[in-house]
């Protein structure tokens, strides 16, 4: 295997940000490549049981002796050796997406469905963001193995508690629950940071003028995060703050899991979910729920349809609007569980044009983009431009035409 130079900094600062993404590109392949031959080196010394030969209980005793890992790294490998077993697809997958699939597959209440899962769960790891491939392999382990995912809820809700503690100069608030009450809670509060995030920064603007950045804000993202708990019980306590806010949290449910859950629900015996099939259950930030308690909830809430096409795309809402607002804006951000900007994990907070207005790019779901306030601005502001393929896929282009990020390194141009 080749061994690359690493660039000094000055160099670095020569190269185009193409450059310096491909040399990032080049090393983390040589890292899967390596990741995944210990990997199968591993799965083969359990195989042959050489690791008893020096008196080892099992391969990872004898990985943690040969290569000083840490037990649960050697659990690790373990699991991901089987899985390349398996499935010999998998060789070369990016190294978190290897260790969350071998998790996956190491459940016993899944085996046997992995086989004709293979397909969706290997293939999506090359086209998906990780953060959409875990909520994917959540939303596939759960619906291979229902049973085990609605004991998990089931304990998570019983086992709900709350307790504040004073510790010498120190408050700790500490709480667990429920996925359906936890996804109620940080829709709450996150609309409370954004709120000390808009005060904080107005503030700014008033002393700095347009010289106002995040940098020069008078609290960090932390001591906001605080204060913004602090206001959720004052408000809470009837001070009035956020008065006319009300939580809305979006729920995606696929049309095959709902009329099974609810055929089951009815005291029927509905037939297996197709495995090679994404199902989802989930909030718009990917948190699995049972669909026992979103069954519930949509008996008492509100249900809003939404149709999506074979690339996950909301089909247009027919209304001509120059803004993104009401509905078909809910809609956008709810199915975006963060900026659509590579590397980007903010929450979107704004919806814009991605043909731009000012060219006859039309106000339906499929021309707009979510993004955080920085990426908007950023990106009419650099001349950045974006489109979206037939997969869904968003892909983002630099002044000099090449493409932002991993997707330019997929077949046929990022599609």
């Given at each position: 295997m080749s061994s690359l130079t690493i660039p000094d900094v000055e160099t670095l600062r020569a190269m185009s940000p193409a450059q310096v993404e491909a040399l990032a590109r080049e090393l983390d392949g040589q890292r899967r490549a390596l990741e995944s031959g210990l990997a199968t080196l591993v799965a083969r010394v359990e195989e042959a049981g050489v690791f008893g030969r020096d008196g080892h209980r099992g391969v990872r005793a004898w990985g943690m002796a040969a290569c000083n890992w840490s037990l649960p790294e050697a659990a690790r490998f373990v699991k991901a050796g089987h899985l390349l077993a398996r499935f010999p697809s998998a060789s070369g997958m990016g190294v978190a997406q290897l260790h969350a699939l071998a998790a996956v597959a190491a459940n016993p209440r899944v085996s046997p469905h992995l086989d004709e899962g293979e397909a969706l769960l290997v293939g999506q790891a090359a086209v998906l963001d990780f953060s959409d491939y875990s909520c994917l392999l959540r939303a596939w382990e759960a619906a291979a193995d229902p049973d085990g995912a609605h004991l998990d809820h089931e304990r998570a809700h019983r086992e709900r508690e709350a307790m504040l503690s004073q510790v010498g100069a120190k408050a700790f608030l500490n709480a667990q629950g429920g996925a359906v009450d936890g996804a109620q809670l940080k829709e709450i509060f996150e609309a409370f940071v954004h709120a000390e995030f808009l005060a904080d920064w107005e503030t700014g603007v008033a002393v700095h003028g347009d010289n106002m950045s995040v940098a020069l804000m008078a609290r960090t993202e932390r001591q906001r995060r605080f204060d913004a708990m602090m206001a959720v019980f004052a408000a809470a306590a009837g001070s009035g703050v956020l008065a006319n806010f009300e939580p809305t949290v979006n729920i995606l449910w696929d049309q095959a899991s709902l009329e099974h859950t609810l055929v089951k629900a009815?005291?029927?015996?509905?037939?297996?979910?197709?495995?090679?099939?994404?199902?989802?259950?989930?909030?718009?930030d990917g948190v699995q729920l049972d669909p026992f308690d979103v069954l519930i909830a949509a008996a008492v809430g509100h249900v809003r349809r939404v149709v999506l096409d074979s690339a996950g795309v909301v089909v247009d809402l027919g209304r001509k609007q120059r803004l993104f607002t009401g509905p078909l804006r809910d809609i956008i951000l709810a199915l975006a569980r963060h900026c659509f900007t590579p590397g980007c994990h903010h929450p979107p907070r704004q919806v814009d044009h991605v043909l731009p207005y000012s060219n006859a790019g039309p106000t339906?779901?499929?021309?707009?983009?979510?993004?955080?306030?920085?990426?908007?601005?950023?990106?009419?502001?650099?001349?950045?431009?974006?489109?979206?393929?037939?997969?869904?896929?968003?892909?983002?282009?630099?002044?000099?035409?090449?493409?932002?990020?991993?997707?330019?390194?997929?077949?046929?141009?990022?599609?």
């Open positions: 009815l005291g029927g015996e509905p037939a297996p979910l197709d495995p090679s099939v994404p199902h989802r259950c989930e909030t718009a339906a779901s499929w021309n707009g983009g979510p993004a955080c306030g920085h990426h908007n601005r950023w990106r009419a502001t650099h001349a950045y431009t974006v489109r979206r393929d037939q997969h869904g896929h968003w892909h983002h282009y630099r002044p000099d035409g090449s493409e932002l990020g991993w997707r330019s390194t997929l077949p046929m141009a990022g599609s």
